[in-house]
């Protein structure tokens, strides 16, 4: 097992200060260039984060994957390497762990969504799950969000932060840079995006390919 690695404050910052410019610019080439390399390199996470869509609609999954990004957005920044590839048995594992921990905390349903977390997962992690409460904390109270939206969101985010974490320190490691995917299928353009939000290929995340 590696090291731990936790993300710096700093990272944190400078990852928020380029999501927030290019929301401000609108530029949508960028965005979609930044969506492009998430499916690229890490299509089970995108799709474990849009699975909300399913039961709760595309607010809510287009929410859910959001908020998935800046995570990953946060591991990858100053690094040299590539992430390693999230495979589905390092969301399903990470899932069990966030479960049992979160669990663990008495009163958990009564507490205001924001501070809905595992204090285990905190530590391993403490300046993504401080921006991270502090993001779901303002579009709440600010209306961005509602408290239900933001309820059924956050345990996906934290799953994919334990994700990335876990892989990063090797405790469960992912696909490691360069690996080839060979069942990961070539996507058309005229076929349903792998995202899952409905729309083909070629009108979603293909559309700057």
Same mark, same amino acid.
């Given at each position: 097992?590696?090291?731990?690695?936790?993300?710096?404050?700093?990272?944190?910052?400078?990852?928020?200060?380029?999501?927030?410019?290019?929301?401000?610019?609108?530029?949508?080439?960028?965005?979609?260039?930044?969506?492009?390399?998430?499916?690229?390199?890490?299509?089970?996470?995108?799709?474990?984060?849009?699975?909300?869509?399913?039961?709760?609609?595309?607010?809510?999954?287009?929410?859910?994957?959001?908020?998935?990004?800046?995570?990953?957005?946060?591991?990858?920044?100053?690094?040299?390497?590539?992430?390693?590839?999230?495979?589905?048995?390092?969301?399903?594992?990470?899932?069990?762990?966030?479960?049992? +921990?979160?669990?663990?905390?008495?009163?958990?349903?009564? /507490? &205001?969504?924001?501070?809905?977390?595992?204090? =285990?997962? #905190?530590? !391993?992690?403490?300046?993504?799950?401080?921006?991270?409460?502090?993001?779901?904390?303002?579009?709440?109270?600010?209306?961005?969000?509602?408290?239900?939206?933001?309820?059924?969101?956050?345990?996906?985010?934290?799953?994919?932060?334990?994700?990335?974490? +876990?892989?990063?320190?090797?405790?469960?490691?992912?696909? /490691? &840079?360069?690996?080839?995917?060979?069942?990961? =299928?070539? #996507?058309? !353009?005229?076929?349903?995006?792998?995202?899952?939000?409905?729309?083909?290929?070629?009108?979603?995340?293909?559309?700057?390919?």
């Amino acid at each position: 097992m590696m090291d731990a690695v936790v993300i710096s404050p700093e990272d944190v910052e400078r990852t928020i200060v380029s999501f927030t410019r290019l929301d401000q610019r609108g530029d949508k080439k960028a965005m979609n260039k930044l969506a492009q390399r998430l499916q690229r390199e890490q299509p089970n996470l995108l799709q474990y984060a849009a699975q909300v869509r399913t039961e709760h609609g595309d607010q809510v999954g287009e929410a859910s994957v959001f908020y998935a990004t800046l995570v990953w957005a946060m591991f990858d920044r100053g690094r040299e390497a590539t992430l390693p590839r999230l495979t589905q048995d390092n969301l399903k594992d990470a899932e069990t762990a966030v479960t049992e +921990a979160l669990s663990a905390v008495d009163g958990l349903a009564d /507490r &205001q969504v924001h501070d809905r977390v595992a204090p =285990p997962m #905190v530590e !391993r992690q403490p300046h993504v799950y401080g921006k991270l409460r502090e993001l779901i904390e303002e579009d709440v109270r600010e209306a961005a969000m509602t408290a239900e939206t933001a309820a059924v969101i956050f345990k996906p985010v934290q799953v994919v932060v334990e994700a990335l974490d +876990a892989a990063l320190e090797g405790r469960r490691p992912g696909e /490691r &840079q360069g690996t080839i995917v060979h069942e990961e =299928p070539k #996507v058309g !353009r005229n076929d349903p995006c792998p995202c899952g939000s409905g729309k083909k290929y070629k009108k979603c995340h293909g559309a700057a390919a």
